[in-house]
Structure formats: C-alpha cells, structure tokens
C-alpha cells in the first residue's frame, strides 16, 4: 500500500492516507518519509476522508467497517481494492509480474534491480527493500521510473493476482501457503491465462509442470530438469551462491539453492528482453539483496544475527537449507506472522521444526504476531510447541521482551542467529537488540 502510494506521489497525484500504526505512534521515522514527499497522514477514524477525493484505495488486510471506509461509502466516493489501483498505475507499461508461492519479493527486486542498473528507468514496485535501490544509494522497495517496463509483484494470497493481465508474468513456485494446494493451482491457472505475451516458468517445480501454458510464448527455467536456461556448477556457502548459465558465472551475495532459482527467473526475463548474457552477468553480480531475506544484521562476539522474511514451511526449510553450514550452531527463532496463517499451517510448521533442524540446533518460538483487527486468537506458540515435542522436535517459547537476554543465557561461541517472521517491521529492531545486548554483556 505505502509504495503504491509514494510511486502515486512522486507522478504527481496528491495522497493522503492513514494506518493503524500511525495512530499507536510506531515507526515515527517511516511515516516521517512519506510526509517528507507530500503525503499527508490522518488518523484512521474518518477525517481525512473528504468529498474531494476521486477514490479511496483499500487493502484485503483493512476492515470494510473502519472509519474511513465508512466515510467514504457515505459520501459516494469509490473504494477499490490496492490491485485495482496498481493495476491503473502500469497500463501505460509493459507490464511485468512477478507470481508464486515463494521468491516474489527477491525476483521482483532482481529484475527491478538490473532494468534500473541496465539504464531502462523501469517502474518498480516490490514487497521489500532492495538493498541500495534508491538512487542515492539506500535502500528501496520503489522505482518510479517512467520507461517502458513495470515491475510488480502478483500476489496469490487475496487472488488479486487475477485482477492483472501483464504482457509478461513470472511463476517462481507452487507451495502451500495461505489455501490448499487444490485452491492455488486454481489461481495459479487463471493467473497464467491472463498473460498477454510470454510466461516465465520454474521447470524445476512440480505443481508448475502440471499447469497448461497453452497459447503463450512459454520459457523454462531450472537447474534438474530441461529448461530453455540451466544452471550448473552450484556451489555455496553460508554467505554467497554461485551457478554458472550459458557459460556466465553468476556470484550472489546471498546465500541458498532457492536464490539460484530467483535469479535464473530474473536472468530469463532479461535475456527475453533482449539484454546480452554478459551485461546480465554483471548485473547480477552487482546485486546486494534484499532487506530481511537472510540479511546479516551483524556480528558480536562470536555471534552472528540474521533477519530473515521466512513464515510458511516452504520458505523456512529454504532459510535453513541455506544456513546448515553457518557457524557450528543454529539458534532459530520464529514469530508465528498471524492467528489465521498459523492456524492453517499448525500441522506443517510443526513438522519442519520437528524434523529439519540439525541435532544441535535450538527452535524458539515468540508469540503470534497480531496485527490487530477482529481476528480469532484460537492459536498459540505454546501449542504450536507442544506439537514439535509430539513429533520428536525440541521448542522453546519466549516473549520477545526476554528474548535478547535469554540468547545471552544459551548462546555459544560461533552461533548463528536466525529470526524469522513475516508482517512486523519490528523484527529487524529485535535482531539489533539481541546484537546491543551481547554487545554490552560480552563487548
């Protein structure tokens, strides 16, 4: 929503906006951003919605009963949904989506990345922080850009992945995540029907090689099965993957088999855009990454800590995948990311950490992360714990306020920190913690 609107912003629109978490006075310096553009920030109980606006943008997340959507329905104003609005915003391009279960934000963030860096002045509009984006160098999930291609992200969780007909659309992956299987290669299916020009396919996924791409110019990638561009010569470590692909050698600053992948989307799209392997090359070499995707906060004391995006099965055996040779030890912590997702996926989170982490490894668990609204809070990680032990796993729970002590408690030389959840911008600020409080502990 808030890229939506800055990208609205800085092509001139007026925007104004409220947010929850502006009312309970978090993430001051966030907000502060936007205003510094022009947006101009309402409480959330009506008042910045006047007769003079043209519409009022809402998300699947907000409440059709909150103030503001209230006021707007009584004075006539339209309320359409964020998809419909991003929707508007790249009819003038051509459109790239970026669709699947795991991967959008990284490969939206590739191809942004590299079209912004090959000098195309693309349109970008991500679910994450591109590490130095911006053209001054920080970080950004947004280009404005006004040349001829458009970068987004498609998202299956609402379906509003349908409302789009891009001239080109990506599939990272099939996985479970948000509804059944079943559901999603419903969704998935019409996604790819919608495509005007040419589908960008994952031939290593299985539920991708199930759906029929019939009519659409249709290109392959993978790295074990026949694809239109393979990887080979894998290797990696706890920091970096490196492939090689029509005799290039890609070197990302990134770790994990599931970024080969992400980057051999982003390198498809670009060489059917008629960008040379070399130029590709060093595009993707210059990649930094991506905010809170494995991102290393820092290291004290022997400790390092990581930040990382990953909340549903899939991505959390990704996250641990990647780190299974990082440190001598793994210290994994996870913030369940809603009431709803755990719910649905309480069986499967409790069989990766029961099953997947080394011997050594420590799980634990903070509280469900709750974003507010009228959600059932029938779920918790004390249950979800519970589970683990049943399957043979080990978990402890921890408020997040105990949280930094209780690693300096249980923390050994060479251990790595990893916090994983998705949703709560405050999980970046609980890595520092843990970091601030080894550091004046042991600094």
């Known amino acids: 929503?808030?890229?939506?609107?800055?990208?609205?912003?800085?092509?001139?629109?007026?925007?104004?906006?409220?947010?929850?978490?502006?009312?309970?006075?978090?993430?001051?310096?966030?907000?502060?951003?936007?205003?510094?553009?022009?947006?101009?920030?309402?409480?959330?109980?009506?008042?910045?919605?006047?007769?003079?606006?043209?519409?009022?943008?809402?998300?699947?997340?907000?409440?059709?009963?909150?103030?503001?959507?209230?006021?707007?329905?009584?004075?006539?104003?339209?309320?359409?949904?964020?998809?419909?609005?991003?929707?508007?915003?790249?009819?003038?391009?051509?459109?790239?989506?970026?669709?699947?279960?795991?991967?959008?934000?990284?490969?939206?963030?590739?191809?942004?990345?590299?079209?912004?860096?090959?000098?195309?002045?693309?349109?970008?509009?991500?679910?994450?922080?591109?590490?130095?984006?911006?053209?001054?160098?920080?970080?950004?999930?947004?280009?404005?850009?006004?040349?001829?291609?458009?970068?987004?992200?498609?998202?299956?969780?609402?379906?509003?992945?349908?409302?789009?007909?891009?001239?080109?659309?990506?599939?990272?992956?099939?996985?479970?995540?948000?509804?059944?299987?079943?559901?999603?290669?419903?969704?998935?299916?019409?996604?790819?029907?919608?495509?005007?020009?040419?589908?960008?396919?994952?031939?290593?996924?299985?539920?991708?090689?199930?759906?029929?791409?019939?009519?659409?110019?249709?290109?392959?990638?993978?790295?074990?099965?026949?694809?239109?561009?393979?990887?080979?010569?894998?290797?990696?470590?706890?920091?970096h993957i490196s492939f090689r692909v029509e005799d290039r050698s890609i070197h990302l600053a990134m770790p994990g088999r599931h970024n080969v992948y992400n980057a051999l989307a982003c390198y498809t799209l670009l060489r059917h855009l008629g960008i040379p392997p070399g130029d590709i090359e060093d595009l993707l070499n210059g990649f930094r990454g991506i905010r809170r995707r494995f991102q290393v906060i820092g290291s004290v004391a022997g400790v390092t800590v990581v930040d990382d995006f990953a909340h549903n099965p899939d991505k959390i055996r990704s996250t641990m995948a990647a780190a299974r040779h990082a440190g001598k030890r793994r210290i994994y912590v996870f913030q369940p990311h809603g009431f709803g997702p755990t719910r649905f996926l309480f069986e499967d989170l409790a069989a990766v950490f029961a099953q997947y982490p080394e011997s050594t490894d420590r799980v634990i668990l903070t509280p469900v992360f709750y974003a507010g609204g009228t959600v059932s809070r029938d779920v918790s990680s004390d249950a979800l714990a519970e589970r683990i032990h049943a399957l043979g796993g080990q978990a402890d729970v921890c408020d997040r306020n105990a949280l930094p002590d209780h690693i300096l408690e249980i923390h050994e030389s060479d251990d790595w920190v990893i916090v994983m959840g998705a949703r709560d911008p405050s999980l970046t600020q609980l890595c520092q913690s843990i970091l601030e409080t080894l550091a004046s502990r042991l600094g």
């Open 1 to 239: 929503m808030n890229g939506i609107a800055r990208v609205l912003r800085l092509h001139g629109y007026h925007v104004r906006g409220s947010d929850r978490e502006f009312d309970r006075g978090a993430r001051s310096d966030f907000y502060a951003s936007m205003q510094r553009i022009g947006i101009i920030l309402f409480p959330q109980n009506g008042s910045g919605i006047t007769p003079d606006l043209d519409s009022v943008v809402t998300s699947t997340a907000v409440e059709a009963d909150i103030p503001d959507i209230v006021r707007a329905r009584e004075l006539g104003i339209p309320v359409i949904h964020r998809s419909e609005a991003l929707s508007n915003l790249i009819d003038s391009y051509t459109s790239i989506a970026v669709a699947g279960t795991s991967g959008k934000s990284t490969v939206t963030g590739m191809c942004g990345w590299c079209l912004s860096r090959g000098g195309y002045d693309p349109l970008v509009l991500n679910g994450a922080h591109v590490l130095g984006m911006a053209a001054d160098g920080s970080d950004s999930d947004i280009c404005a850009g006004t040349g001829q291609y458009a970068v987004f992200e498609a998202d299956e969780s609402d379906r509003s992945l349908l409302r789009f007909t891009p001239s080109i659309g990506i599939l990272t992956n099939i996985t479970v995540d948000h509804m059944p299987l079943s559901e999603l290669r419903n969704v998935f299916s019409g996604y790819i029907r919608n495509i005007r020009d040419t589908l960008i396919l994952n031939a290593d996924c299985a539920e991708s090689r199930t759906l029929n791409p019939s009519g659409r110019n249709t290109l392959r990638f993978g790295i074990d099965h026949g694809a239109d561009f393979t990887a080979t010569a894998v290797t990696g470590s706890a920091r």
